[in-house]
């Protein structure tokens, strides 16, 4: 496929090849990382990379061998950075940031003003991330330890894909989307494409070697409810459609034919995957007002038959979306058209201007490299133990798609405060429960009503009436193992071995009872590790100090957690920062699985009742819409 890259992307993208293992029949997991070019720093930010650390750290042993971690960076982490004789840097990219000659708070900014202030604010912390990436990569290359012998290491540049043209770094989350170029090498038998800061752990390496190890399934694909693709996809999808018809595009005469191509490419795949010749095309598709929901594009968002006339049902497909971490395929001759079409789809956002905001990457597998899992109403019969889609008013079933669909109520963090439900368990399968007790406020003007446990602070409002759980949720706060106590409510020690249950609903894990945190949560570390920024203000409130600032506060924070102030690391100990991460992500020990009984079985009560019924009903229930809508 080496040819499809060169055919619609090679002018445009500059891939260069750092560190390659020779072979072929590849198994990749493939993950990117980037810093945008219009940054938001936050707690979140730096987890990117002490995650990618982590994950590279403990790959060689948490998959088998023959396996491979392909990692595509930035230029800017590679070409970024010029050292003097003695290894100390000279100059980054980001000192070619020049000084804002006008800074009157009132003067209306250009894009470009407004990422040159963004950058000049985190300009030295740019530098220090830049410059521990750029340590490890050279780290990876150079190290004999054979933790790296498998692990390889791409480098992707485009001008094109910049709101300046200017200064370093791609728009938004451009780079989220090269980790599936490895669609495009030939020497790549299967691929897994994940977030960069999520490593293995036991149970997705149980959900991996089995669709490793299913001929039959080709896709691996996990949907999960959302609402943030309504916009992109109104943006990216329907507004171009909407303008093109009506003849108000901005665009070229060139880049609406280019756009119209697209459409017809991705109507025809969906042809093909449902073996019937639909008649649709970007000519014959009509369209309404903007305020009727993108009615006329559904054909294409949400498999609908219009026929031509409006309807009132409520778009399903923004409800849900295909998770760019974990997902992936295996090399078929099936996927030969869909890998053309995100490749001429991706040039046609590159050539547009396209902004890459967040979400970009699962609009390409929603509409292009999986669209049957959303966009062509995806199903599974338990009455006939199979998958279906529904498209256009024309059922097929299929086989070759590894589903995965959380649905879980009970294997979420909250429940770890509840010994009857909490997930994990000592040696003597007795239930461990959270009971972190943090201290003292050092100052308490930074925590409102001085919140004392880990259970104030985070799962209610401890942060100036802001609920701060959904943030520190997501880098998995409760990861640390010394924040639990056993049956005894004693505290559990470091070399207590631990065990994490897990239930599904038949022999496969495709009918895994999960949730989100819980199933990219490992688990494996007694004192989670943090880098933070003693100086940094949370981005999203101006006025607050970050998250984990706040967390740091209490007087026993040092019993549950490792903070890695980054203000107290000059940019030329880097290296020494690295050197901490890496030796403290050698100590680490995972929980082992234990499969529990489910809920079915009455052993552990599961609220809303068994997953296996509610994916039942919900089948029937997408099935009979459907033929209700086409009605």
């Known amino acids: 496929m080496e040819t499809v890259f060169d055919e619609y992307l090679g002018d445009l993208i500059n891939l260069t090849p750092i560190k390659i293992i020779p072979g072929g029949n590849k198994k990749v997991i493939t993950s990117s990382i980037f810093i945008p070019e219009k940054p938001n720093i936050s707690d979140k930010t ?9 994950s590279i750290e403990v790959f060689s042993e948490r998959m088998p061998k023959g396996w491979i971690y392909r990692l595509y960076v930035d230029e800017l982490f590679i070409k970024g950075l010029k050292f003097k004789e003695d290894k100390t840097i000279e100059k980054s990219i980001y000192n070619s940031i020049s000084s804002d000659s006008d800074k009157d708070p009132f003067r209306k900014l250009t894009k470009k003003n407004m990422i040159k202030r963004k950058l000049r604010k985190h300009k030295d912390n740019l530098k220090k991330v830049q ?29 094109e894909a910049s709101e300046t043209n200017k200064y370093p770094g791609h728009s938004s989350t451009f780079g989220s989307i090269i980790r599936f170029f490895t669609l495009f090498d030939s020497d790549i038998d299967l691929f897994i494409s994940f977030n960069c800061r999520y490593p293995i752990n036991k149970l997705l390496k149980e959900i991996i070697m089995e669709f490793d190890g299913d001929d039959e399934k080709k896709i691996l694909a996990y949907k999960y409810e959302t609402s943030f693709l ?30 119209k191509e697209c459409v017809n490419q991705m109507l025809d795949t969906r042809d093909e995957i ?20 993108m009615f006329g594009l559904d054909p294409l968002l949400f498999g609908g038959d219009r026929k031509g006339k409006m ?7 923004f409800e849900y979306s295909v998770a760019a971490g974990l997902f992936g395929m295996k090399r078929d001759a099936m996927f030969n058209q869909r ?7 991706l040039r046609y956002l590159i050539l547009s201007g396209n902004d890459f905001n967040f979400g970009i990457d699962e609009i390409i597998l929603k509409m292009i490299l999986a669209p049957e899992v959303i966009t062509m109403n995806l199903y599974y019969d338990y009455d006939d133990d199979k998958l279906t889609i529904d498209y256009m008013g024309k059922e097929k079933d299929i086989d070759y798609i590894y589903f995965l669909f959380p649905e879980s109520s009970h294997y979420v963090p909250d429940n770890l405060f509840d010994r009857e439900k909490s997930f994990l368990t000592d040696e003597n399968k007795k239930k461990i429960i959270l009971d972190g007790y943090l201290g003292e406020p050092i100052d308490e003007d930074m925590v409102s009503d001085s919140k004392q446990t880990l259970t104030d602070f985070i799962l209610f409002e401890g942060l100036s ?8 949720l997501d880098i998995h706060v409760f990861g640390a193992r010394s924040l639990f106590v056993n049956h005894k409510t004693k505290p559990i020690k470091e070399s207590d071995k631990l065990y994490r249950i897990f ?4 022999p496969t894990f495709q009918d895994l009872d999960f949730s989100i945190n819980y199933l990219f949560a490992g688990y494996d570390e007694y004192k989670k590790l943090f880098i933070f920024d003693s100086e940094g203000m949370n981005e999203l409130y101006q006025n607050i100090p970050s998250y984990l600032r706040l967390l740091n506060n209490f007087t026993d924070i040092n019993n549950f957690f490792v903070f890695k102030d980054i203000q107290e690391y000059s940019l030329d100990n880097m290296g020494q920062l690295l050197g901490e991460i890496i030796e403290h992500y050698g100590n680490l020990k995972e929980p082992e699985l234990l499969e529990g009984k489910n809920s079915s079985n009455k052993s552990i009560n599961v609220s809303g009742g068994p997953a296996g019924k509610t994916k039942k009903k919900r089948g029937k229930g997408l099935k009979k819409t459907e033929k209700k809508r086409k009605n």
Do not use: W
């Open 46 to 54: 730096y987890s990117y990379f002490t995650g990618l650390i982590k």
């Open 131 to 159: 410059h521990l990436m750029y340590l490890y990569i050279q780290k990876i290359i150079d190290s004999k330890d054979k933790k790296y012998k498998n692990i390889e290491l791409l480098s992707f540049k485009c001008s």
């Open 230 to 259: 309504r916009n992109v996809t109104y943006k990216n999808l329907f507004l171009p459609f909407f303008e093109i018809k009506n003849e108000e595009s901005e665009l070229s005469i060139e880049g609406q034919t280019h756009f």
């Open 274 to 293: 449902i073996d019937k010749k639909m008649g649709l095309n970007f000519d014959k598709m009509k369209t309404y007002k903007k305020s009727d929901k």
């Open 311 to 317: 309807s009132t049902y409520k778009n399903p497909g």
């Open 339 to 345: 890998i053309e079409v995100f490749a001429n789809y």
């Open 465 to 472: 009436g802001l609920d701060t759980k959904s943030d520190l």
């Open 503 to 506: 239930e599904r609903y038949r």
